[in-house]
């Protein structure tokens, strides 16, 4: 069995639309698109991509401002 490929694991490389899309693929990318629209219209925005190091892995946070 292959192991799974680990994306977003590079400090240097900010993730982007291009690469999340590479990654996930069409059709998992049109639904990360649906999904970033849908919690838009709920009021809660993605705060910038940020790097962890104890992970070493490109995270987003959301954030809802009532």
Same mark, same amino acid.
């Given at each position: 069995?292959?192991?799974?490929?680990?994306? %977003?694991? /590079?400090?240097?490389?900010?993730?982007?639309?291009? %690469?999340? +899309?590479?990654?996930?693929?069409?059709? +998992?990318?049109?639904?990360?698109?649906?999904?970033? +629209?849908? !919690? /838009?219209?709920?009021? !809660?925005?993605?705060?910038? @991509?940020?790097?962890?190091? /104890?992970?070493?892995? @490109?995270? +987003?946070?959301?954030?809802?401002? @009532?």
């Amino acid at each position: 069995m292959n192991e799974p490929n680990m994306l %977003m694991r /590079d400090p240097l490389a900010e993730p982007e639309a291009g %690469m999340i +899309a590479g990654g996930l693929g069409e059709r +998992a990318y049109a639904l990360y698109l649906d999904f970033l +629209a849908k !919690i /838009d219209a709920e009021g !809660i925005s993605l705060l910038p @991509w940020k790097f962890f190091n /104890d992970g070493k892995v @490109w995270l +987003a946070k959301g954030e809802y401002r @009532w």
